[in-house]
């Protein structure tokens, strides 16, 4: 089974759960800076509680201060049918040790791997994605480096496919230069200051002219068309032309705009206000 999903287009952005971060589309990859376990729950509850409202398979990677059993005893409490999620397994909690360190090491690709089969499995069993959260409090100085690529591979690996995750970084344990690479390597990070949730969109600096100018008329039909969720040989067909001619146009407007990926193409677009916003 393909792991991609049918890339979200107009109208098709997701529920977050999350005040300060409205909807956002597959592929989504977030942090949250905790100080306290109540920081965890008030955002992880309603994160999870809306993905097993829509029939998202959804796994929480637990590690202290939060502990499985007060992980599961939260989700009974506050989300409806809490216990018929947990007891027909739309949701699994499981530590760090579990999901990061078996054989006592982290492997980058052991994890990346494991990912893809989640997501298979949730799949074949009906459901549309896999929603995800990951408390990284049990990383070391010495594991730091390894994670953070290990992060950057993830935000490559979630852009087509039909999965959003959320890692949570304790900021007793993250320094200035921590939280900077964090952020870097996370589309949104949630934390809150002075009781209030606020969110940081990481952004590299602007170029001096606007890239989107330097699209050729054809490019620019391809980018619409991709926003629209349409895929190459589809967007082939609408305009008459061989999908590989298709492949390059979408290639070479990715590099100009300085996009990596389907979510960055789609954000691109609602921050221009390239597409309508309404029904969002």
């Not at 792991?3 to 909807?23: H, I, Y």
């Not at 989300?79 to 007891?87: F, H, I, K, Q, S």
């Not at 549309?128 to 100085?141: D, F, H, I, P």
Request: aromatic share 8%; charged share 25%; hydrophobic share 40%.
């Amino acid at each position: 089974m393909s792991l991609q999903a049918r890339v979200p287009g107009r109208g098709s952005l997701d529920r977050t759960g999350l005040a300060v971060l409205g909807d956002l589309p597959w592929g989504s990859h977030l942090c949250q800076f905790f100080l306290t376990e109540r920081d965890l729950l008030d955002v992880l509850v309603p994160y999870f509680r809306i993905g097993l409202e829509n029939r998202e398979y959804c796994l929480w990677i637990v590690h202290a201060p939060l502990t499985v059993e007060r992980a599961r005893r939260a989700l009974t409490q506050q989300v409806p049918e809490g216990e018929r999620y947990l007891a027909e397994g739309s949701i699994d909690i499981v530590t760090s040790r579990q999901w990061y360190l078996r054989g006592k090491t982290f492997s980058l690709s052991r994890v990346t791997r494991n990912w893809d089969a989640k997501l298979a499995v949730a799949l074949a069993a009906g459901y549309v994605g896999l929603r995800a959260t990951a408390n990284t409090a049990w990383l070391g100085r010495k594991q730091w480096r390894r994670f953070q690529e290990y992060e950057q591979t993830l935000n490559r690996s979630l852009s087509e496919k039909p999965m959003k995750v959320l890692c949570s970084y304790a900021l007793q344990r993250s320094g200035a230069v921590d939280v900077l690479d964090v952020a870097r390597t996370h589309q949104f990070a949630v934390a809150r200051r002075e009781g209030e949730w606020g969110v940081l969109e990481w952004r590299n600096p602007p170029s001096a002219s606007d890239p989107l100018g330097t699209l050729t008329p054809r490019e620019r039909e391809v980018f619409l068309a991709a926003v629209d969720g349409l895929t190459n040989p589809q967007i082939a067909r609408r305009f008459g032309i061989s999908a590989r001619t298709i492949e390059s146009h979408r290639a070479n407007l990715m590099r100009k705009l300085g996009l990596r990926n389907q979510t960055e193409l789609v954000r691109y677009a609602l921050q221009r206000m390239l597409v309508s916003m309404e029904g969002r």
